[in-house]
């Protein structure tokens, strides 16, 4: 390593806290430390300000996640150089960057990494006319913890395994955002995840079981987000989809959301 970045100390977070918080990467200055006293080396630091927040991707993943990166563009080489011979000190295979807007992906493709999967923005322009119909066996209802299981399987079965949940990620999501479900008889076949936060809503996840697509089960799920979001005080509606899911995009669009300008990009160093 260049000794660029080192691992944090305890009294690093106070000034470190403003930047996770605003990246809502935790909850409250107690939530970081815990995260820190857990495993120190996920929090890195530098001596001119810079700072990394990691994390594995998914709880068997050999990808170790970079949360969260605050420096300059110039200096983004030279750190991921420390973050990847970080990332194998720690027995991980690959390094996985931040969301990353594309034209910002310069320095990353300069360091080796390659683009991974890129998403488009939405915000929400108009609001959706009620709950569509549905077919009369389905319901839509508060998740409860005893529906994690079936959340997952509908999870993953509905992405790849880049975005699929295990079973911890989805825990924590769970812990953090309101969980909303379609059940058919004793089954579940969709759900919603979303936060509200200073006047701003985000659904985080929507998901339908392929054999119960196309029957108004994902419109209602997504409305059902809306007009909650929107009675906890969101003036602002977001989310975010992969690029390549036209599904979910020409969903989103009929709901009402308007795609944003520009692109975001995961990119990921390989093994090699």
Request: hydrophobic fraction near 45%; aromatic fraction near 6%.
């Amino acid at each position: 390593m260049s000794g660029r970045l080192r691992t944090a100390r305890r009294e690093d977070l106070a000034r470190l806290w403003p930047a996770v918080k605003s990246s809502q990467l935790c909850d409250t200055a107690e939530g970081l430390e815990d995260f820190w006293a857990e495993a120190p080396w996920r929090v890195q630091v530098g001596d001119l300000g810079e700072a990394a927040i990691l994390d594995r991707w998914r709880e068997l993943s050999d990808i170790l996640a970079i949360r969260g990166l605050w420096c300059s563009p110039r200096r983004v080489p030279e750190l991921l150089g420390d973050l990847r011979a970080l990332a194998g000190g720690q027995g991980f295979h690959r390094l996985l960057s931040p969301l990353v807007a594309q034209e910002a992906t310069g320095p990353y493709i300069k360091a080796g990494m390659r683009p991974v999967d890129t998403v488009v923005a939405l915000r929400l322009e108009q609001t959706p006319r009620g709950l569509p119909a549905l077919p009369s066996d389905v319901t839509l209802r508060a998740g409860l913890q005893t529906d994690l299981v079936g959340v997952l399987a509908v999870d993953s079965a509905s992405f790849d395994w880049f975005w699929a949940y295990d079973a911890a990620t989805l825990a924590m999501h769970v812990g953090r955002e309101r969980m909303h479900v379609a059940t058919s008889g004793d089954s579940v076949i969709g759900y919603t995840l979303c936060t509200v936060g200073e006047h701003s809503g985000m659904l985080g996840r929507l998901a339908v079981a392929p054999e119960a697509r196309c029957s108004g089960v994902g419109s209602a799920l997504l409305a059902e987000a809306v007009s909650y979001m929107q009675r906890a005080g969101a003036t602002c509606i977001s989310l975010c989809t992969q690029e390549g899911n036209a599904a979910s995009r020409a969903l989103y669009r009929r709901a009402g959301f308007r795609e944003l300008g520009g692109r975001l990009s995961f990119l990921v160093f390989d093994p090699a």
